[in-house]
C-alpha cells in the first residue's frame, strides 16, 4: 500500500486543477482500503454555482458513485485544508474511517482550528483524524491564490 504522503501528494494535484479553474485551491481524494484511489475533487463553488462543491463534498460523492454505496466505510479521505463545518457532517455521514488533512483553516476549520467536531460525543460514527500533512505545500498554494487576488500574502 502506498503512503499517506502519496495520496495527499494527489490531493494536492487536485488542489492545482482547482486552481487552474480561478478556484480557492483545496483538493481532495478518498482511498479504499485496498490503496485504489475511489473519489477525486477540488473546489468548485463558482463553476458549479453550488455552495456544497467543496473539494470533500465533491470527492465522497465520486466515490459514493463509483462505489455505488453513500457509505464509504473502510476509506481514508485525504484534502489538503482542515474540513469545515458542512464537511465534516458529510465525512461523519459518509462512515469514513479516517480523514487526514494538511494546513489549518484558522477562520472555519472545524478539526483544530475552531471547534473539534469529529471529538464529538452525540456521533454514531467515529472518525480516526490526522492533520498537518504536507500542510507547507497546502498553505502555498493557498497564500499565493490569495497573494494574488487580494495584492497580499496573508490567509
Known amino acids: 500500500m502506498r503512503s499517506d504522503e ?3 501528494h494527489r490531493a494536492l494535484d487536485q488542489a492545482r486543477l482547482g486552481l487552474a479553474a480561478g478556484e480557492v485551491p483545496v483538493g481532495a481524494v478518498v482511498v479504499d482500503a485496498t490503496g485504489e484511489i475511489v473519489g477525486l475533487g477540488y473546489n468548485a463553488p463558482v463553476g458549479e454555482c453550488d455552495p456544497s462543491a467543496h473539494a470533500e463534498i465533491r470527492a465522497l460523492r465520486d466515490a459514493a458513485t463509483r462505489l455505488s454505496n453513500y457509505r ?3 476509506c481514508t479521505l485525504y484534502v489538503t485544508l482542515e474540513p469545515c463545518l458542512m464537511c465534516t457532517g458529510a465525512i ?3 462512515r469514513i474511517a479516517r480523514m487526514i488533512y494538511g494546513a489549518a483553516e484558522p477562520k472555519t476549520g472545524m478539526v483544530e482550528s475552531k471547534a473539534n ?3 464529538q460525543p452525540w456521533h454514531n460514527h467515529q472518525v480516526q483524524v490526522e492533520g498537518g500533512l504536507l500542510a507547507t505545500q497546502a498553505r502555498r498554494l493557498l497564500r499565493d491564490f490569495f497573494a494574488e487576488r487580494r495584492g497580499n ?3
Open 92 to 94: 461523519v455521514h459518509a
Open 117 to 119: 467536531l469529529f471529538a
Open 153 to 155: 500574502d496573508k490567509i
Open 72 to 74: 464509504l466505510d473502510g
Open 6 to 8: 502519496f495520496y495527499m
